[in-house]
């Protein structure tokens, strides 16, 4: 059974930094392609990051210089550093997977998705 449980998650202060960790089971991990999504209240689901098989990673503008995105491939973690958190940053954070990086970038979502865990940024 494939299951990505995120954990991590929680309220901070504007500046402020949190790690999320997204834990992989029932996949062969090291193969995966992963990611990071995030969506707030009336918005859209957004890609955050990603990291591919062997570790090269792509973000969003928003959060360039900020979050860092990893994996740990003997460990089946995914992770995600955010520092200077801002209220926009604020949304339920999803980690997700698929074989295919390519996924993360057409229509069709990827194949695995966790149930997300909040983030909350109070200025």
């Known amino acids: 059974q494939v299951q990505f449980v995120e954990s991590g998650g929680g309220s901070v202060q504007f500046g402020g930094s949190l790690r999320l960790s997204c834990a992989a089971s029932g996949v062969a991990f090291s193969d995966f392609a992963m990611g990071w999504y995030r969506q707030a209240p009336g918005n859209q689901r957004e890609l955050v990051a990603t990291?591919?098989?062997?570790?090269?990673?792509n973000y969003v503008d928003s959060v360039k210089g900020r979050f860092t995105i990893s994996r740990d491939n003997a460990k089946n973690m995914l992770y995600l550093e955010m520092n200077s958190l801002k209220p926009e940053d604020a949304a339920v954070y999803y980690c997700s997977g698929d074989l295919n990086l390519a996924r993360f970038y057409t229509v069709k979502p990827p194949q695995y998705w966790g149930h997300g865990t909040q983030v909350t940024v109070s200025s």
């Open positions: 990291i591919d098989k062997r570790g090269r990673t």
